[in-house]
């Protein structure tokens, strides 16, 4: 019983690390292409407008002249 419930103690704290690190990389990607798309937007002469929904960890980019 109690290997039992260690193993899946383990299988959690591991499911858990693998999302934490999934988000994360997720969201430095994010953050560096927006980085990458405003500096692109400012090179042409325009405004970047950028929307973030954090709780899906989605954005919505623009840039207007």
């Known amino acids: 019983m109690k290997k039992n419930l260690l193993v899946m103690l383990l299988v959690l704290?591991?499911?858990?690390l693998v999302a934490v690190?999934?988000?994360g990389?997720?969201?430095y990607?994010?953050?560096k292409e927006v980085?990458?798309?405003?500096?692109?937007?400012r090179e042409v002469g325009g405004t970047?407008?950028?929307e973030i929904d954090t709780f899906v960890l989605a954005y919505?980019?623009?840039?207007?002249?």
């Open 13 to 16: 704290n591991v499911a858990v």
């Open 21 to 23: 690190f999934l988000l």
């Open 25 to 27: 990389t997720q969201s």
């Open 29 to 31: 990607f994010h953050s």
């Open 35 to 41: 980085q990458s798309l405003t500096e692109g937007c």
């Open 48 to 50: 970047p407008l950028l």
């Open 60 to 65: 919505s980019f623009s840039c207007e002249k």
